[in-house]
């Protein structure tokens, strides 16, 4: 897809464009690709975070003596990176979403930060949408999904530490 609309906006400003950039770049292009792509890569850094998380939580000597305490740390800490990357892919893609949907597209002309708007033409406002509905609105709510699961997950660990019997040393 090519912008064929006449704009002041510089080329990778167009909501469009960075709609293409942001969908061939390898971290935003996971939910979009193989649901199962984000579901493996979720999958690895959450074991990755478990083995970090265990060697850190190892270290604590009351923890090594409570192995239950242990385990619930391990699982609590462990999911904090995953929900992190998910939410940065869930910011990405509403932002995208959002600059498909308006009319006006907010630009910088210069590094200034000098904030110019453009009215959107009529064409590019439907074809804007389209994209958004059908294609990132989609995606935007199976990385929602992902999150509350992980989230769930998150929940479930506070639940059951805070049920573990108190240590005192």
Not at 79 to 90: A, F, K, T
Not at 99 to 107: A, G, M, N, T
Request: with cysteine; charged share 20%.
């Amino acid at each position: 897809m090519k912008n064929s609309f006449p704009s002041p906006v510089p080329k990778e400003q167009i909501p469009l464009n960075e709609f293409i950039e942001i969908k061939q770049s390898w971290f935003f292009k996971l939910p979009v690709s193989q649901k199962r792509d984000l579901y493996r890569f979720i999958l690895i850094i959450w074991i990755i975070s478990i083995i970090i998380s265990y060697i850190i939580a190892t270290g604590s000597i009351i923890l090594n003596t409570h192995i239950t305490h242990l385990i619930t740390v391990v699982f609590l800490s462990s999911c904090i990176i995953p929900l992190l990357l998910i939410s940065r892919l869930y910011l990405g893609w509403s932002y995208i979403y959002k600059r498909l949907q308006s009319d006006i597209v907010v630009y910088e002309e210069s590094d200034w930060h000098d904030g110019q708007k453009w009215q959107k033409t009529a064409e590019m406002k439907k074809r804007d949408a389209l994209i958004a509905e059908f294609q990132v609105k989609p995606i935007i709510s199976f990385v929602q999904k992902c999150f509350q699961f992980n989230f769930i997950i998150l929940l479930i660990s506070v639940l059951i530490y805070n049920f573990l019997p108190r240590i005192t040393s």
